[in-house]
């Protein structure tokens, strides 16, 4: 393949996992094939989106979803949807809504580097709870009824960000903010798989989830999906589309956009910024057909062939392989952070998962390796292996 040597761009090993800096994963042929194809003809791109609502209603359980161009997309448009609702005046003020400023609240504990999508939408982040646990000073984390207490008129959405140590849970949060009339938007990018959990943050009662595509679902690196309430995905798709035409001229597809629900036709919106191609809808598509149809047994079973293979090439090394939906190889070295650097200004470049460098661990996660890495890669972690060793 030359397209990367031509460019001038060296190839990496990624043992790093779907992370954007590296450019997340590789498409199956089938997902290829459908964006190949959808790239040679034109369509209405409301209908395109239209046809994708239906499929991610399928898979997910949700009214309505549309593809997005990536997960922290989906959180713009989705917070964007929370604060405009469909009034068209509102969405061409974003992102400074007329009035006193919108806020969304958050657990402090869930904070992370990616709302700041969410505040990109003109809303004011309102922190709640104290996170002791994880300070080693108490056992709490925020509390339903201190979400409950921080939930104001200018209050549009609550911010959940999902994992496995998310406190507290998503269904007491539901509880305390439909209570109020308040949606809340969950962050799930990275929450697949298990399978399972296409449906569940959903059918916990969240309004608006947005996933990332170019994770584990092995869409194009640019997509995700966000998915939930009908009235809210109406407002996110019409605050994302080319919106550039007369009222008479314009006939959307009533089950995505209603038109006669809004007094006029709103202006670009604030998601115009993160458009989605037609190739990208596409591909998201059947990658996602392709995830919801694969059991999480065999997905794990393909990661776990990957890691066993590099096990076996890396010889008779005392090697752990901690076990898991995403499988990952651990390997404890003595230098890990130096080690870690060594790996990625070798040739080829090889990136790991550097999230237990600290614990002096380099771990290697298989989603986003094939086989053919696989020798090159053994060469190099070898090499830091007998490196740390001496
Ligand atoms: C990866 C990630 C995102 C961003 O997803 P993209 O699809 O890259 O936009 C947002 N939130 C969390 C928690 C993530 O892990």
Known sequence: MAIYSDLGVPRIINAKGPSTRVSGGFLDPEVLAAMAEAATQCVDMAELQAAASRVIARVTGAEAGIVTSGAAAGLLLGTAACVAGLNPALMGQLPNAAGPRPEVIVVRSQRNAYDHAVRAAGVYLVEVGLPDRYAGAGVRDAEPWEIAAAITPATVAILYVASSHALPSLAEVVAVAHERGVPVIVDAAAQLPPVSNLQAFLAAGADLVAFSGGK?????????????????????????????????????????????????LPTHGIGRTCKVGKETIVGLLVALERFAAESDVSRTGRWQAILDEL?????????????????????????????????????????????????????????????????????????????SAA
């Open 216 to 264: 584990a679902i092995s869409g194009p690196q640019g997509s995700g999906i966000l998915c939930g309430r009908r009235d809210l995905i109406m407002s996110a798709i019409l605050q994302n589309l080319d919106l550039d035409l007369d009222w008479e001229q314009w006939n959307p597809p009533v089950e995505l956009i209603d038109k006669h629900r809004l007094p006029g």
């Open 311 to 387: 096990v076996a090439r890396l010889g008779p090394a005392e090697l752990t392989v901690r076990p898991g939906l995403t499988p990952r190889l651990v390997l404890a070295v003595p230098h890990a952070r130096q080690a870690c650097f060594t790996l990625q200004n070798g040739s080829p470049a090889v990136h790991v998962d550097p999230c237990e460098l600290h614990l002096g661990n380099i771990l290697i996660n298989p989603t986003c390796l094939q086989h053919a890495d696989l020798p090159a890669l053994a060469r190099a972690l070898r090499a830091i292996m007998i490196d």
